[in-house]
């Protein structure tokens, strides 16, 4: 029990914020070693205890905003551990490398699409850091890199079991081909250049009044934009998700005076609130180009956050509106919108949209030159969770060969180029969290063709397909 008890804090210590991505590649060998040589059942019970702790550790995060019912989460995903570890270790050792990789690859596209999806942890995010290894991502996507990962622990494990494999040497050919894969150039071409102005407001929308949230707006505004204050030209300017916590069409006094700052400045303006629409009600982005007025629906909702999944079932609704107090019930949008300025074209992601691989890709496919996260990530408080969600962006970036810009509503607030690297933070005294001020960065819009961004998951979807087919038939 020790041992495997031993994996879940290892991985847990291998996932932002932490530095030691390099335990990934290790732990989960204690928990193979433990169940090797035990029953079905056990191996199961082992995977699944294992699995929990490592979410519950993982997730605690979401307490903040769920309170202990959080651990149903952790409950429902260590379920896949159990599924894991039964199915790998139902076979012989000698086709553990790359079956098991194969099976890990296929529950994590499980967990990215089955209700709702839920890609959050996925394993690859522990080498947000890895910078060598974060290049495959470009022709494999974040699975590939777990895909690796798992690898190297089945790869450590039959060492410890002192077997000879000719699946290790297959595995380091492998490795060793992706890597050579990285080194060819991709097609780079250049859209221009815009200044970013992105703020971070820093409160928390259940402890400000709206007319205070008016007032905030407009004196950012007021203060970063007039003639005595601004060096240069800003192009765009950029508010969170949850900036204005209204219906911004219903509050045409400030509809209005943002169109005017807008007009004045020559810049466009991305605002993260709600809207309204035939009596629905959406979580949206509204970019504001003078008297233009473009709109975009967040289309990737948070079950029990934004909807409550199951709600047609009224034992589930009565249940959450007993626990939680409230029915929320906003709708998705079914749009994916792109906005342009001065010939470049971006998207706007609103919250957790960014972990979602094929959403991002969606937005590729109708033209974008780069993205932009809008969130609201103080329900988190100052924990794990904002490191966590901002490092998908690292992955994203590096999928789509685009920029990725973030704007937090309290954190964390920065911009990650298409080589995965971190350019900017938004910091004051040392802090990302709960601080507020704006982050001013000229961004060239460089874009690169990679594999990834023109095929999506589906070519390595199919190699892992093909791959356990033949080691599965293959005695």
């Known amino acids: ?9 290892l991985l847990f210590l291998s996932f932002p914020p932490f530095n030691w991505w390099y335990f990934a590649f290790f732990a989960f060998v204690p928990l193979f070693l433990v169940i090797s040589n035990k029953k079905s059942y056990i191996r199961v019970i082992y995977g699944l205890i294992s699995g929990f702790i490592f979410y519950a550790f993982s997730l605690y995060w979401i307490k903040n905003v769920a309170g202990f019912i959080y651990l149903l989460i952790p409950l429902y995903l260590c379920f896949y551990w159990g599924i894991f570890v039964f199915l790998v270790f139902s076979f012989d050792d000698k086709k553990i490398i790359f079956l098991g990789s194969c099976i890990w690859f296929f529950i994590e596209i499980l967990i990215a699409n089955l209700l709702t999806g839920f890609p959050w942890l996925a394993l690859g995010l522990s080498q947000y850091k890895n910078i060598k290894l974060l290049k495959i991502a470009k022709f494999t996507g974040i699975y590939g890199i777990s895909f690796l990962v798992i690898g190297t ?19 380091l050919l492998f490795l ?11 097609k780079m071409s250049f859209k221009g250049k815009l200044r970013i102005l992105i703020y971070q407001p820093n409160f928390v929308p259940s402890e400000i009044t709206l007319e205070e949230n008016k007032k905030k707006i407009i004196y950012f505004f007021e203060k970063n934009l007039n003639e005595e204050n601004k060096k240069e ?26 169109k005017e700052i807008s007009q004045k400045n020559k810049c466009g303006i991305v605002i993260g609130c709600f809207t309204r629409k035939n009596g629905n009600f959406y979580n949206s982005s509204i970019f504001i180009n003078g008297n233009r007025l473009e ?27 007993k626990v939680a107090g409230y029915y929320p019930n906003l709708k998705k949008g079914d749009e994916y919108k792109i906005f342009e300025y001065k010939g470049i074209k971006f998207s706007t992601l609103i919250c957790y949209e960014n972990i979602f691989s094929e959403l991002v890709i969606n937005f590729l496919e109708k033209g974008s030159d780069f993205f932009i996260v809008i969130t609201n990530d ?25 920029y990725f810009l973030q704007a937090g509503l309290t954190g964390i607030t920065g911009i990650v180029n298409p080589e995965g690297k971190i350019e900017k933070f938004f910091e004051k005294n040392g802090e990302k969290l709960f601080v507020e001020g704006f982050l001013l960065y000229e961004l060239p819009v460089f874009i690169y063709n990679t594999f990834y961004s023109k095929y999506g998951v589906y070519p390595f979807f199919i190699f892992c397909l093909i791959l356990t087919g033949f080691i599965v038939c293959r005695k």
């Open 1 to 9: 029990m020790t041992l495997s008890i031993l994996t879940s804090i």
């Open 153 to 171: 622990n089945f790869f450590l494990y039959t060492l410890f079991k002192r077997k000879f494999l000719y699946q290790k040497i297959f595995f």
């Open 176 to 186: 060793i081909f992706l890597f050579l894969l990285t080194e060819f150039p991709e």
């Open 233 to 258: 030209d800003i192009d765009i300017v950029i508010l969170p998700e949850g900036a204005f916590q209204e219906n911004l069409f219903e509050n045409i006094d400030l509809l209005n005076k943002l």
């Open 295 to 321: 709109l975009y629906n967040k289309i990737h909702l948070v079950p029990y956050g934004e909807f409550i999944l199951g709600e047609r079932f009224k034992f589930i609704k009565d249940i959450f509106l």
């Open 378 to 402: 103080s329900w988190f408080g100052k924990s794990t969770g904002p490191y966590q969600h901002f490092s998908h962006n690292i992955f994203r970036a590096i999928e789509t060969g685009r």
